[in-house]
């Protein structure tokens, strides 16, 4: 029998799944970690738990009874975007990585703001604007806060790179991971030399790229050990979670366009050629599918939202689950089932963390709108999960006049278990949600392009026939549509009457923490 095994490193976990080639998931495991934040606008985290939770969550699967490490034929890698670590020339690092959410770069960014236009840098590297979340800026933050540590720097890695140079023994990346450095030119394939040198790096102090979903090396003895694998494996460059997610749902083209609503909601749509959004508001990743590119829209808070609520007004629900069994999730969305759509006019802004796309507004906060006395906990619950329906409307209406015109959206992480919000999404939208067996799309993707390099499946749409199985299918209901539009609108006009005092300076973002330390959601 042959396996195949996806690790996907995210944010706060490390997740690694084993599928056979007819695309049964044989078993699945997962290590989380915790994030440090030392400062306002700082989130850090000790590189080494990426390796240690990678080789936890391995050995987790490959403990499953009846399973042979033998048999696994490839293995591929993906990770969250952004996450930078300085490294030795052994690949040990030299301080803590800064994740993504890490937003101390802000006088960085707006200098390399100045020097590179935000329409240069769209055409180059995709991504709409300079902000402290690329690599770019918090490499020019070390070079200017902490000069020993990017002196003594061999390498930069991001969490993929990172993780790879561990099982391989290479420093390697790819275009997947490092499109939204903003060192990468993702038209050329190559690094953006303009960038280094105004960051002070050249391009021997970064990886070498290979090809994305190409097999960049093979497990070395000591990772073989280490992982319970036979040395020689190949591992494969899978690229951002945003990528493999896609291609673990089938979304490599076609009228497919995926969402995600994990703590953020995110949004995937396949295209052939970077260029299609003249407006230039939408991100453009490299796609793990080889020879094509990503329509990859952003809203930091997705369900996040949800999770903050049911800590703050959840009490009953969480104890309910706690005593009875069960998720206090599902329990306040039979609350929210109760309330009628457009929630009787009550209107949430779920900016919780900012607002990224369409519209990047980084100040603006959440915010709920219309609430009268007649309105109950249901009615603030089916609020949160209208809001994260509007922000994927948006976002879908976004991508559409960028050229990728939504047939039907493929829904995955945590809040696809909610057949209640799968249904909103669909109304809000106007268009079929399909959900999908098995949650851990990354991992999944991960396993499909380990398979297709190292010829288990001879293409993608192999890869795509064995392993995505459609588990529900949500159709819009058309009776709720004039609601939703009027309530839609709604949205959107509250959104532009505040857009002026969250852009004030003294506005309400000022003096408010840092929003990532509460980073979460439904899965």
């Not at 803590?96 to 769209?122: C, K, Q």
């Not at 090809?211 to 280490?226: E, H, I």
């Not at 190949?234 to 493999?244: C, I």
Request: net charge negative; with cysteine; aromatic share 8%.
């Amino acid at each position: 029998m042959t396996l195949l095994l996806g690790l996907d490193v995210g944010t706060t976990s490390v997740k690694a799944g084993l599928f056979d080639a007819a695309g049964r998931q044989l078993a699945a495991a997962g290590r989380e970690y915790r994030l440090e934040h030392p400062a306002p606008d700082h989130v850090e985290i000790d590189a080494e738990r990426w390796w240690t939770s990678a080789v936890d969550a391995v050995r987790g699967v490959l403990a499953t009874p009846g399973i042979d490490a033998r048999a696994v034929a490839a293995m591929a890698v993906s990770s969250q975007g952004e996450t930078v670590v300085a490294v030795d020339a052994s690949g040990r690092p030299l301080g803590p990585a800064l994740v993504w959410l890490d937003n101390r770069a802000s006088a960085e960014a707006r200098e390399l703001a100045g020097r590179f236009p935000d329409a240069l840098v769209y055409d180059r590297t995709g991504i709409p604007d300079v902000n402290p979340t690329w690599p770019a800026a918090k490499l020019l933050w070390w070079r200017r806060h902490e000069p020993a540590l990017f002196r003594d720097a061999a390498r930069f890695l991001l969490a993929e790179d990172f993780v790879v140079h561990r099982l391989t023994g290479r420093f390697v990346t790819e275009g997947g991971i490092q499109c939204t450095s903003m060192l990468f030119d993702i038209v050329a394939g190559g690094w953006w030399g303009d960038v280094l040198e105004a960051v002070g790096v050249g391009p021997e102090r970064l990886p070498e790229i290979a090809a994305p979903a190409s097999v960049v090396g093979g497990l070395t003895p000591r990772a073989a050990d280490a992982l319970g694998l036979p040395a020689g494996l190949p591992v494969v460059a899978g690229g951002m979670d945003q990528g493999a997610g896609a291609v673990g749902v089938g979304n490599t083209g076609g009228g497919v366009v995926s969402e995600s609503t994990g703590g953020a909601l995110t949004v995937q749509a396949a295209v052939a050629h970077h260029g299609g959004d003249l407006s230039r508001q939408t991100p453009v990743y490299i796609h793990s599918v080889p020879g094509q590119y990503l329509y990859c829209p952003v809203c930091p808070t997705g369900g996040m939202a949800l999770t903050w609520f049911r800590d703050q007004f959840g009490v009953l629900e969480v104890e309910r689950a706690r005593r009875d069994g069960g998720s206090a999730y599902e329990l306040l969305t039979a609350l929210a089932a109760d309330a009628p759509p457009g929630a009787d006019g009550l209107t949430l802004l779920p900016h919780f963390a900012g607002a990224f796309s369409p519209e990047y507004v980084p100040e603006a906060r959440g915010a709920f709108i219309g609430i009268t006395l007649a309105h109950t906990r249901g009615h603030f619950v089916r609020a949160v999960l209208e809001a994260v329906a509007f922000m994927l409307r948006r976002n879908v209406e976004l991508v559409a006049r960028a050229g990728a015109v939504a047939t039907e959206i493929r829904s995955h992480g945590g809040g696809a278990r909610s057949a209640l919000w799968n249904q909103i999404k669909a109304d809000v939208c106007g268009l079929p949600v399909v959900t999908l067996e098995g949650e851990d799309a990354a991992v999944r993707g991960d396993a499909m392009t380990a398979g297709v390099a190292v010829g288990v499946y001879p293409d993608l749409a192999a890869a795509d026939a064995a392993l995505v199985v459609a588990k529900g299918r949500y159709e819009p209901d058309p009776t709720t549509r004039d609601a939703y539009d009027e309530a839609y609108d709604r949205y959107r006009r509250l959104f532009e009457a505040l857009r002026p005092e969250f852009e004030r300076p003294g506005g309400p973002a000022s003096g408010v923490g840092d929003p990532s330390s509460g980073a979460g959601g439904p899965g």
